[in-house]
């Protein structure tokens, strides 16, 4: 019995052994890949079917300081900045139709908010008046997707 127990434990071993090398060569690959696709500032290929929008706020609301905006997120995943799982990205906050190239990496200004910690909603306080969101889905290196994965611009009123 014992005989014919090690065999099976010794060939469970190598297949767990196996597994782990192409585990540690498949995350070798992602990271390499990650490096090339920064160099070269590519893009992240938009997970299937991935859309964002406003979850609490419609074009057309009048609202008052601190606005609440949350942000939803379909066929994707919301993982920090920095951090690359195929998949997952997180969350700006565009106000006031900020000029943006979706070829680069967004910059972090006033009008172009990141939510690189993973987070799905936040409090902006705006002028009174009428202002423009929009939200924008970004990779690890806080790039836009390709095809990008925006919002709809929508147009509220802050009293
Ligand atoms: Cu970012």
Do not use: C
């Not at 106000?95 to 006033?110: F, G, H, N, S």
């Not at 889905?137 to 009293?159: C, L, M, R, Y």
């Amino acid at each position: 019995m014992r005989l014919l127990l090690i065999p099976a434990l010794l060939l469970a071993s190598t297949a767990l052994h196996a597994d782990w090398k192409q585990d540690m060569k498949d995350a070798a690959k992602t990271k390499a890949g990650g490096v090339v696709e920064q160099k070269l500032g590519l893009p992240s290929a938009a997970p299937q079917g991935a859309a964002v929008y406003f979850t609490n706020l419609k074009t057309g609301d009048t609202v008052k300081n601190p606005v609440l905006v949350q942000f939803g997120l379909k066929n994707a995943g919301v993982a920090p900045a920095g951090t690359q799982i195929v998949g997952t990205g997180h969350h700006h906050l565009l106000i006031d139709d900020p000029t943006v190239d979706l070829a680069v990496p967004l910059p972090m200004t006033e009008q172009i908010k990141h939510f690189g910690g993973g987070q799905t909603e936040t409090n902006v306080t705006l002028k009174p008046g009428k202002h423009t969101l929009q939200l924008v889905f970004g990779d690890w290196k806080h790039q836009s997707f390709n095809p990008t994965v925006a919002s709809e611009k929508i147009t509220i009123t802050v009293q």
